[in-house]
């Protein structure tokens, strides 16, 4: 054989067989599904408690596994030292990424026009009426009303106003990506992001006419990866509200995050 069919024989042999390693990595990356096995569901159920804060450190002295923080969580709900604060759950196939969100959209102004007031209505804003030489918006319309011309009735007077705005959820939101294992025992990786947003009060600055509100809002976050056993509640941290979201009276309260993974039996 002459060396230019023996490089084009062993050319095609060299293609066949890369070919077949491309054809077999393509199969085992392949979902489950693809590959005629049902994929396996799993359920996350995201739970959070809270105890205060005397009764949390405490717990958190003995050694104790993460099922058995659990079980003294649920058991405190019926003396009413323990308080559930979160429950969500979601299902997806193993290796698919699921979300879940109990949200409002809450609409606020991030910049204002100030207040626009009449140039002559009975009085001007350098009135002897008006003894500051900077005075406020509620100063000046206080001058206006004891001035001459002044009428009971629609004042013609531009408040401030927003002009420029933006949106934030306000509410729960969960994220997660879980793949089950083939071992008995089940262990599941999970990566999961948690977000609890709320609106605890404005802040104002100025008065009157030209008084502009800001919202304040409380976060909470989780954003973890972790390896957990299915079925067994495991303990992801505690997600504590802000001190502005506190309870006036009483001690503070801190919040236990726990997450557990299940494998749902899927029957035809």
């Known amino acids: 054989m002459s060396p230019s069919k023996k490089s084009k024989l062993y050319f095609k042999m060299k293609m066949k067989n890369s070919m077949r390693l491309v054809g077999a990595m393509f199969l085992a990356s392949a979902p489950l599904n693809a590959q005629g096995e049902n994929p396996r569901v799993l359920q996350v159920v995201y739970e959070v408690f809270s105890l205060n804060q005397s009764d949390a450190a405490a717990s958190q002295r003995e050694a104790l596994t993460d099922r058995e923080i659990y079980a ?131 802040e104002a600055w100025g008065q009157g006419v030209a008084e502009a509100k800001m919202p304040r809002f409380s976060i909470k976050q989780v954003r973890t990866a972790l390896t957990v056993q299915s079925a067994v509640p495991t303990l992801v941290g505690t997600i504590s509200p802000s001190p502005d979201a506190q309870a006036e009276k009483g001690e503070a309260r801190v919040w236990f995050a726990f997450v557990t993974a299940t494998i749902v039996e899927v029957k035809e």
């Open 72 to 202: 003294k969580m649920v058991a405190g709900l019926d003396g009413g030292k323990v308080k559930q604060e979160k429950l969500q759950a979601i299902r997806s196939q193993s290796g698919q990424r699921a979300s879940s969100e109990h949200i409002s959209e809450f609409i606020y102004a991030t910049e204002f026009e100030p207040p626009e007031l009449p140039n002559s209505v009975g009085v001007s804003v350098n009135s002897p009426a008006v003894t500051k030489e900077k005075p406020s918006g509620k100063e000046v319309i206080e001058a206006l009303k004891s001035g001459p011309g002044w009428s009971q009735g629609p004042f013609p007077v531009t408040p401030t106003m927003g002009t420029a705005f933006d949106t934030r959820h306000v509410g729960d939101s969960l994220e997660v990506e879980a793949i089950a294992g083939a071992g008995v025992p089940v262990i599941v990786s999970l990566r999961l992001a948690v977000n609890h947003a709320d609106l605890v009060g404005y």
